[in-house]
């Protein structure tokens, strides 16, 4: 690391044997592949198929595996796609809907919703299955570059969340603000 | 509530205090921060507040709301994230909600410092004494603080963002809020890559005299 500054950012946000979360880039445009999700992070209008789209921070749009698009180069988005030959979803042991969350989509496959909970609050107990988070509002957050070198801590933006049946309060001093891809349990 | 009559104990006692188990969201936060060998922080209880108290010397109180000090005859009223310093044979008083009591453990291993002493920019200096100094730690959304150095340090944070405190089924063991945490000696870069300022109010060892 030079004193210059930071590198870039790394245009993979996450991936693992699920999905892949790439961003500011869309490797996956072309169709052919699995279920897509392009979340914008800050207002981005792009070409769906042969339609303009326009999308504000927060809002997303999917793509089906016969699906094509185009992004603008320079643009502020994450795009999600789904290996389509991932291994069975994880479930937590009871299925228990999340209060005061906005349900925004719901696919075969998975479900997208805008996970919200206001500075003191309380989310009682609830359940998730496998699910993949992107956080729209971040408070202060430090991404780090280190003397000697260490691997770049990635700042938390994007996470992987395995299944779990908790309780939350938000102890911060900001609304939580996520941005949801939950798989749907395995048909049985 | 078992928690806080722990909380008031003398600090020789107060590693026990770690047990803590907030069991549910209706039960009041660990009357402990963070405790490791070189700090203990108490949160909205003030352990070392008599002079006498055992392993009690220097001591930083750091509102989270409005409080009030008192010390002798004298008092003063603190807003979010000021703070008030006390050496070894003061006692205080501290009234109001939310604060951290920083405790100094006299008897600490050796500081930990970088290998090369570079001054961080854009921070806010309170506090400068012989063993430690206090600063409130500065980066707007977006900014960069060149590559800088820092020894070992207490940091509070006092704009947070979103923070979830969670309690599992089944139980596991809490997963504390990153509020208070103690940062090892390094050599980095920093950027602001989040949505708001960052606020923090470091209490940072000098390195050991040589």
């Given amino acids: 690391m030079s004193a210059d500054g930071p590198p870039p950012p790394n245009p993979v946000a996450l991936e693992n044997e699920y999905v892949r979360v790439s961003r500011d880039t869309a490797p996956f445009s072309a169709a052919g592949g699995g279920d897509r999700v ?19 921070r927060g809002e997303f749009f ?13 643009a502020a988005f994450f795009e999600v796609a789904i290996k389509p030959d991932h291994p069975p979803v994880k479930e937590p042991p009871e299925i228990i809907p999340p209060a005061k969350n906005m349900m925004l989509y719901e696919g075969e496959r998975f479900f997208i919703y805008e996970e919200r909970l206001d500075p003191g609050d309380v989310r009682p107990r609830h359940s998730h299955c496998q699910r993949v988070e992107i956080r729209l509002n971040n408070g202060p957050m430090l991404d780090q570059w280190f003397d000697a070198p260490r691997p770049p801590l990635q700042p938390g933006i994007v996470n992987w969340r395995e299944p779990v049946v908790h309780t939350v309060r938000n102890v911060g001093d900001l609304p939580l603000r996520n941005l949801i891809i939950e798989f749907k349990p395995e048909p049985t | 509530m078992i928690g806080r009559a722990l909380g008031t104990a003398a600090l020789a006692s107060l590693t026990t205090t770690m047990a803590w188990a907030q069991a549910t969201p209706s039960d009041p936060p660990s009357p402990v921060a963070l405790d490791n060998a070189y700090v203990h922080v108490a949160r909205d209880t003030a352990p070392c507040a008599v002079a006498t108290a055992p392993g009690c010397e220097d001591r930083v109180i750091v509102a989270i709301s409005d409080i009030e000090v008192t010390a002798g005859k004298s008092s003063r009223r603190l807003h979010k994230g ?23 453990k006299p008897d600490h291993p050796a500081v930990k410092s970088p290998a090369e002493m570079i001054a961080p920019a854009k921070n806010q200096l309170i506090y400068d004494g012989p063993r430690f100094f206090i600063y409130e730690e500065k980066l707007a959304p977006g900014d960069i603080r060149p590559r800088h150095s820092h020894s070992q340090r207490v940091e509070i944070r006092l704009n947070i963002g979103p923070l979830l405190d969670q309690w599992f089924d089944p139980p596991k063991p809490p997963v504390l809020p990153s509020i208070v945490n103690f ?28």
């Fill in chain 1, 38 to 56: 392009i979340v914008a992070m800050a207002p981005v209008a792009f070409m769906a198929g042969d339609a303009l789209q326009s999308l504000e």
């Fill in chain 2, 183 to 210: 940062r090892e000696a390094g050599i980095h870069t920093t950027k602001n890559v989040g949505d708001m300022a960052l606020r923090n109010l470091i209490v940072e060892f000098k390195p050991e005299p040589k």
């Fill in chain 2, 82 to 104: 000021q703070v008030a310093v006390f050496k070894k044979g003061d006692s205080y008083r501290v009234s109001g909600a939310q604060y951290f009591e920083v405790a100094i």
């Fill in chain 1, 62 to 74: 999917v793509f089906g595996p016969g699906d094509i698009y185009k992004l603008p180069a320079g």
